[in-house]
């Protein structure tokens, strides 16, 4: 049985004016909203002292495990205001499972799933006024789990903590929506079999940054992660899932990576790849090769390609660069399909439309 919830929250509530002022323009992670969750583990114990606390800076000691031994794993989903003034969270379960296996992997006792999305609930409560409304904005919720063993021991932790906080985000595309010019990265590898690509870990992001500087530098505005050993199968886009668009006339297919073990099973990925058969696609998970990639547009049979993800829902790829050269998905511009994909996808996770999957879980007052 996970243990009860506090919630020791703050008197001195933010004024009206300033916090509708910081959700105006609230940018992505830049803004965050005035509670937290924490909890802590010890192996006497168990899960224990969870609290909705006021949000603040933590106090970790400089042995702490975390920061010599990168034992951490985090989440990121979204709550969204719905039509009749209430709020929901897209698919916090998955979440959970997920969050859960990727502790599992890094040697750190999960957090009970039931409690994440307790948890979940809790923080959306305390914090329901910084809940976006309009347009494609929404609450983003960032759970964090790391060692916290004040000890340099090359081991699994005897203490952790879990913090979960929120941030009001607006529309990821606040432009309009726009391709991105993507890089593929052969110098650097992702993930291999056997490591942490199918964990949501802090240190894969840590070592992708190196690649994602090098996509910048050749004008991109992400990178391509292919397969570690023979740089051919496109794996994952950034920090995202990628999908493509196989066209014959109106026979619409989307074909995405499958689940071998080195990729991130996406909650976005899972959630397109239920949902294009209600728009009359099919979707398939297969390998595909950077040359099926490009002889694929270069055909027509591939129209358009497109990285999935909680930040960006659905990010259209204009154009893809490569040590050798480069080519250009369908005319470079948004394609048709995944503007329909985004757009029913946004119109669910926002009230718009009927939840068939039931996959919005309510957050009552």
Request: hydrophobic fraction near 40%.
């Amino acid at each position: 049985m996970s243990p009860p919830v506090e919630r020791r929250l703050r008197t001195d509530r933010l004024p009206t004016g300033e916090r509708l002022r910081l959700l105006s323009d609230p940018g992505f992670g830049r803004v965050f909203s005035e509670h937290m969750v924490t909890a802590t583990f010890d192996g006497d114990a168990g899960w224990h002292d969870v609290a909705v606390v006021p949000f603040a800076p933590l106090s970790l000691s400089p042995a702490s495990a975390v920061l010599h031994y990168a034992q951490a794993v985090f989440e990121g989903l979204k709550a969204y205001a719905q039509p009749d003034g209430s709020v929901a969270v897209f698919r916090p379960a998955a979440n959970a499972t997920r969050f859960a296996a990727s502790a599992r992997r890094m040697a750190i006792p999960p957090l009970p799933e039931d409690l994440f999305v307790v948890a979940v609930e809790e923080l959306v409560r305390a914090d329901r006024d910084w809940v976006p409304d309009g347009g494609e904005a929404s609450l983003y919720l960032r759970p964090l789990l790391f060692a916290d063993d004040p000890a340099l021991a090359v081991r699994p932790s005897d203490l952790y903590r879990f913090v979960m906080l929120a941030s009001p985000v607006g529309s990821y595309f606040a432009g309009g929506i726009a391709p991105v010019t993507v890089w593929l990265s052969t110098d650097y590898a992702r993930a291999a079999p056997g490591g942490t690509g199918a964990a949501k870990c802090a240190g894969n992001y840590g070592g992708s940054l190196v690649a994602q500087a090098q996509a910048e530098q050749h004008g991109c505005h992400q990178v391509v992660w292919l397969d570690a050993f023979e740089h051919r199968q496109v794996e994952e886009l950034g920090g995202m899932n990628v999908f493509f668009v196989e066209s014959d006339g109106s026979d619409v297919t989307l074909v995405t990576p499958p689940l071998t073990g080195t990729l991130l099973a996406g909650v976005v990925r899972d959630s397109l790849l239920r949902l294009a058969p209600s728009l009359g696609y099919r979707s398939v998970e297969r390998s595909v090769t950077v040359e099926d990639w490009e002889s694929g547009c270069r055909s027509g049979r591939i129209t358009e390609t497109f990285a999935c993800g909680t930040a960006a829902v659905v990010t259209p790829v204009g154009e893809v660069r490569h040590s050798r050269g480069s080519w250009v998905v369908g005319d470079g511009n948004p394609g048709e399909v995944s503007l329909r994909v985004r757009s029913a996808l946004l119109d669910l996770q926002h009230g718009r439309a009927p939840d068939t999957f039931g996959w919005m879980h309510p957050v009552d007052a």
